[in-house]
């Protein structure tokens, strides 16, 4: 398993990495972490053995900067893409309320996430987390528990990011397929809009911008009427 894991390392071009929690449970006699509180999920758990721990501000930071560090020792030519994930806690085990130990978590893996950007050249942050739970976007893409993404909440993320990082290339020299392929997930449709949409098109090849439009737009509630174009270009093989 870990040779695979190196070699993932050794030859991705893009880690993308979602920083969930602060909160952990630890083995106090190796000082490795659980994926999951012992007992819980599996196993046993046992006081003397099995320690919880918030890992702080200095700690985070010095743990994702030795992993950046580490990965790009063996890969110099690797980026980075960091995130946090705006799922908010569901329960604690610190002293804390679960609202204020779930701020506290995701403010510091937020600030250590900025700090690690700033720092390194070949790392970049997206902001998943700002597009879900900032205010300004009026709660619009939760669940009805306030906690999980609504499918049209992980649709608009992924639009915004795949727009961000897989610009479309010139579409001309391109077959039917590769346009198809080229254009997928590259348009989103503004949040205030609503109601039926009628496309315009100018000119139609393979009809790639069209599907990626109507794709777009229903993907953020808006039903398409049709579509309307001046003229038909040959096909494309």
Known sequence: HLTRVRHLFETASVFVCTL???????????????PACPGTVRGTFIPTKHVFKNFSLAEIT?????????????????????????????????EKNVLLASSYSKSVLRAAAGEIEMNNSNVDYFPSYEIISHAAS?????????????????????????????????????????RQQNIYHSFHSKSYLSGRAIIIDDLVTTGATIRESVRALRASGIAVAGAVTACFAEPLR
């Open 138 to 178: 009026f709660g619009q893409y939760l669940d009805s528990d306030l906690r999980g993404v609504t499918p049209r909440g992980v649709s608009h993320v992924m639009d915004c990011f795949i727009s961000s990082y897989l610009r479309p290339k010139d579409q001309s020299s391109l077959d039917a397929i590769e």
């Open 20 to 34: 969930g929690l602060t909160e952990a449970w630890m083995n106090s006699e190796s000082s490795f972490t659980y």
């Open 62 to 94: 010095s743990d994702l900067q030795r992993m950046v560090d580490q990965v790009t020792r063996v890969n110099p030519s690797i980026k980075f893409i960091l995130t946090v994930s705006p799922v908010p806690l569901v329960a604690t085990r610190s």
